[in-house]
């Protein structure tokens, strides 16, 4: 039976007291109850700790590990080695599950045999809390079935821009890095795990999690909700070694696309536009050479390319970088 089956849910927590609490209520609610719910404290300079010792206090499903501040991957590996759930999933600290979040993506991976149930997620801000916290589970049971990816690798590497997945029908595979909105089976993460000290964890890991899965259930609903805030990590000015974390990341992901035939179009968008971030942040001669370096090796890679990938690849970037124009240009955050 499915309700007997245990999740571990991992929460990263840094100095997020003002909707920690809004977070962890939307676990408690959890139409499916048996999970366990580790809340990592990353060195917390604010209330957070407290608030999750509270947490803890009234529901022993949740365990509280304080570490000193070591970053999100080193507080999500903690959580890691403490999970003992078959299946495990993680929630930031300021965002918000659906109650039937964990119900939903374990009968997709239970009724698929999928590795990897993946669910849609919608953009939130402070004024969409109490709305999006008096969401009730759904009284009808004839969901969406759930559609089945047996190439997820190649679909995030390919399936990125909202014009290409209209054009293609293909919205159910659209596939992000982000490890929330997703429930894996706990086998994916024997021998894997983030790369401490690292700001895009998660993109480093992605295409090893995509490769790695049989398939990936995508239900079309949306069960997650990410907050966005002008104060966030998201929003905030980002230094070099921000930008050349995420360009380390996309180059390792580019080479396991191309060691798998896979056209690597994601990865090649992330890291033009991530170099082009870069140049406008050097501060020294140091990473200047740096950058120099990077520039070079990702030339060197792109040039592997046959002219049709090439053609492909700039086609589906010219079409992402149009989006992404428009975008920030007519949306705005929300507070």
Known sequence: MSEEILVSIIVPIYNSEAVLSYCLKSIQKQTHCRFEGFLIDDGSTDGSLAIAERFAKEDTRFVVQHIENSGIATAQNIGLSLASGEFITFCDNDDILHPEYIERLLLACLSTKSDIAACKWQHIGISDLVDVMSVKPSSDKLLATPKILTQSARDYQ???SKITRVLKRAEYRYLNEANWSKLYRRHLFETLRFPDGHFAQDVFVAMDL???ANQVASIPDVLYY???QNSSA???????AYYEDIYQAA???LHLARSKNILPARS??????TLKKMAGVLRSDEQKQRFISAQLAYRTVKRQLTLRERLEVFLLCWIRRAETFV???TLHVKE
Do not use: C, P
């Not at 998201?234 to 070099?240: A, P, Y």
């Open 158 to 160: 390919l399936i990125f």
């Open 327 to 329: 975008y920030d240009r």
């Open 210 to 212: 995509y490769l790695a």
């Open 251 to 253: 180059f390792k992901n």
């Open 226 to 228: 990410w907050l966005q």
């Open 234 to 240: 998201s929003h905030s000015v980002k230094s070099f």
């Open 268 to 273: 090649v968008y992330s890291i033009e536009g």
